[in-house]
């Protein structure tokens, strides 16, 4: 990384308020990601130039915008298209339909006669790779036989989606679900009974309101035990800092606490006694089978190497020794 000099960040903070990191690093023989880097260390920032709308202009605007290209207005009032654009939205300014349809007619004229368009087309009389190769429904094997039929239903969901207007169901809540409508996707044919006994006596339920149980039971529904509630007082009705008293809350925390020391005692002594089982396993295995002192034992691929242990060799073989003791 080449250092930066001190004439170098004297030439920096002249130029970056003014000039783009790209145009600065090509003045300075630098990436624009050093540029940026080094802006930063030296707390320069860039100079941001705003145009300022006179009230002359804006009337102006009001009356060109809905028949003149962004273009055009740009050269006209001596900025860029997207100034002209952010501006009309603010005032509120539309393109009128007739310039629309004649811009519209314009880019397609412009796509129509385009080189690469037209060189992209099927010229007249052109005929299909694949012409001729199948005729008209045909299908290898009996693929046609296993389509679906028209107007055909899944037999697996065809039960649910046939029930009748009026029936009720749980949902995956516990929520008891009445049927209100045939068509229309599964969350639009169904609404909560409480909801529809709700509305048919105060009318629709406000936006950002919900309808809960006084009592919490939600198959126990009845006008008397429903209730229109906000989500805010909904969620503060479900916290513990508002359902519960502080000392209530005290005894409760210290529960939570208790229950989780009883958890870690009781995982640390599960691993106890698993090694203390793996140990009584091995020891067990090691006596029934005669485990021998470390002095005594010796391993498979030792023997025939310390002295006094001899390998056993097929009968008649040279130098074959009986295994068997001759009779005193």
Same mark, same amino acid.
């Given at each position: 990384?080449?250092?930066?000099?001190?004439?170098?960040?004297?030439?920096?903070?002249?130029?970056?308020?003014?000039?783009?990191?790209?145009?600065?690093?090509?003045?300075?023989?630098?990436?624009?990601?050093?540029?940026?880097?080094?802006?930063?260390?030296?707390?320069?920032?860039?100079?941001?130039?705003?145009?300022?709308?006179?009230?002359?202009?804006?009337?102006?605007?009001?009356?060109?915008?809905?028949?003149?290209?962004?273009?055009?207005?740009?050269?006209?009032?001596?900025?860029?298209?997207?100034?002209?654009?952010?501006?009309?939205?603010?005032?509120?300014?539309?393109?009128?339909?007739?310039?629309?349809?004649?811009?519209?007619?314009?880019?397609?004229?412009?796509?129509?006669?385009?080189?690469?368009?037209?060189?992209?087309?099927?010229?007249?009389?052109?005929?299909?790779?694949?012409?001729?190769?199948?005729?008209?429904?045909?299908?290898?094997?009996?693929?046609?036989?296993?389509?679906?039929?028209?107007?055909?239903?899944?037999?697996?969901?065809?039960?649910?989606?046939?029930?009748?207007?009026?029936?009720?169901?749980?949902?995956?809540?516990?929520?008891?679900?009445?049927? /209100?409508?045939?068509?229309?996707?599964?969350?639009?044919?169904?609404?909560?009974?409480?909801?529809?006994?709700?509305?048919?006596?105060?009318?629709?339920?406000?936006?950002?309101?919900? /309808?809960?149980?006084?009592?919490?039971?939600?198959?126990?529904?009845?006008?008397?035990?429903?209730?229109?509630?906000?989500?805010?007082?909904?969620?503060?009705?479900?916290? /513990?800092?508002?359902?519960?008293?502080?000392?209530?809350?005290?005894?409760?925390?210290?529960?939570?606490?208790?229950?989780?020391?009883?958890?870690?005692?009781?995982?640390?002594?599960?691993?106890?006694?698993?090694?203390?089982?793996?140990?009584?396993?091995?020891?067990?295995?090691?006596?029934?089978?005669?485990?021998?002192?470390?002095?005594?034992?010796?391993?498979?691929?030792?023997?025939?190497?310390?002295?006094?242990?001899?390998?056993?060799?097929?009968?008649?073989?040279?130098?074959?020794?009986?295994?068997?003791?001759?009779?005193?």
């Amino acid at each position: 990384m080449k250092p930066w000099t001190a004439g170098e960040e004297a030439r920096l903070r002249k130029l970056y308020p003014e000039k783009t990191q790209r145009e600065c690093a090509t003045l300075l023989d630098r990436t624009p990601k050093a540029i940026a880097s080094r802006a930063k260390l030296l707390k320069v920032r860039r100079v941001r130039k705003y145009r300022r709308w006179t009230k002359a202009e804006d009337r102006i605007l009001r009356q060109v915008y809905a028949n003149a290209g962004n273009q055009d207005l740009a050269r006209r009032f001596k900025t860029n298209w997207l100034s002209v654009f952010q501006r009309a939205k603010k005032l509120g300014l539309k393109k009128s339909p007739e310039h629309i349809a004649r811009t519209l007619a314009e880019c397609g004229r412009q796509i129509t006669v385009h080189p690469k368009s037209v060189a992209a087309r099927y010229p007249k009389g052109h005929e299909p790779a694949n012409k001729g190769t199948r005729r008209p429904g045909w299908f290898k094997g009996r693929m046609r036989d296993g389509w679906f039929k028209k107007g055909h239903k899944n037999e697996m969901y065809a039960p649910k989606a046939e029930r009748p207007l009026g029936a009720l169901r749980v949902s995956s809540y516990g929520y008891i679900e009445r049927k /209100i409508r045939m068509d229309g996707r599964g969350g639009e044919r169904w609404q909560r009974e409480h909801y529809l006994i709700w509305i048919a006596a105060h009318g629709p339920v406000p936006k950002g309101h919900i /309808i809960v149980f006084k009592d919490r039971d939600k198959t126990h529904i009845t006008l008397d035990n429903l209730e229109c509630i906000s989500f805010a007082e909904n969620m503060r009705r479900n916290t /513990i800092h508002v359902r519960r008293s502080p000392e209530l809350k005290e005894t409760i925390y210290a529960l939570i606490a208790l229950k989780r020391s009883i958890t870690m005692r009781e995982r640390r002594h599960a691993k106890e006694l698993e090694r203390s089982a793996g140990s009584t396993v091995r020891d067990v295995g090691e006596t029934e089978g005669q485990r021998q002192p470390d002095g005594n034992r010796s391993r498979e691929s030792d023997r025939g190497r310390r002295p006094g242990n001899h390998q056993h060799r097929k009968p008649g073989a040279k130098g074959h020794r009986l295994a068997q003791r001759r009779p005193a």
